[in-house]
């Protein structure tokens, strides 16, 4: 089973709402990811969270918040975010948070900020 | 950082093959991958090679990996209409650190002509 699952599927949230973006996998990895992916563009890496620690902050503004609860869940905390942050939040996982290991994603969140 | 190229479109007709093609920077990566994304979709990892070898075949799907002039292809053979989507050439962008992100190419359309 190779699947990474993400909720919800769409969201539609003012400048001053807090929502949250859930991702989960039952793979055993211990490695997850945050990507942003705007349209028509490539994804960009946000942050990585390896042994529940987060490792890489890609100098994300700080209305995103991630968390990582336990091995196989990775939250992004949304507050106060702009219109220009509407885009598709992708979520992967790797197996053990070592460099150079393949990546699978889920199927993303569809966020729209009003 | 890494900077990896691809064109924006490619259309052949069904039942002829496909060539996308990607050139990188940064030749650190130990796996190369080629990722599909259907429309409103999230990214399917279509397959992937190790910096080693020079070829990888699988199925309908044949890479070819040139690490001297740091270019990477991907040859789809009797490209069907469930073969349109956007492929992603992405490589491992090294942090120092244990997990790495992804970069990924810009995508390259593929668009297939009945």
């Known amino acids: 089973d190779t699947e990474v699952t993400q909720t919800p599927k769409h969201l539609v949230m003012g400048m001053t709402n807090k929502k949250s973006l859930k991702c989960e996998q039952h793979?055993?990895?211990?490695?997850m990811y945050w990507y942003k992916q705007k349209a028509k563009k490539p994804p960009e890496l946000m942050f990585v969270?390896?042994?529940?620690?987060?490792?890489i902050n890609e100098s994300v503004p700080s209305r995103f918040s991630p968390e990582c609860p336990n091995s196989s869940l990775l939250n992004l905390h949304l507050h106060a975010l702009q219109p220009e942050d509407s885009a598709l939040y992708l979520c992967?996982?790797?197996?053990?948070?070592?460099?150079?290991?393949?990546?699978?994603f889920g199927p993303g969140t569809r966020l729209l900020v009003l | 950082g890494e900077d990896v190229e691809q064109s924006l479109f490619l259309s052949v007709r069904e039942g002829d093959s496909s060539v996308i093609n990607c050139t990188y920077t940064d030749s650190s990566s130990t796996y190369l991958y080629w990722y599909k994304q259907e429309p409103g979709a999230g990214l399917q990892l279509l397959t992937y090679i190790f910096s080693n070898m020079d070829m990888k075949q699988d199925q309908r799907l044949t890479v070819l990996l040139n690490k001297k002039d740091k270019h990477l292809s991907l040859r789809i053979a009797d490209t069907q209409t469930g073969d349109s989507a956007i492929y992603f050439c992405?490589?491992?962008?090294?942090?120092?650190?244990?997990?790495?992100?992804?970069?990924f190419g810009k995508g390259t359309h593929l668009i297939i002509q009945p």
């Open positions: 992405a490589l491992v962008s090294h942090s120092g650190g244990g997990a790495d992100g992804l970069t």
């Open positions: 969270y390896s042994y529940e620690k987060l490792s």
């Open positions: 793979m055993g990895h211990r490695a």
């Open positions: 992967a996982s790797s197996q053990d948070g070592l460099a150079d290991e393949t990546q699978y």
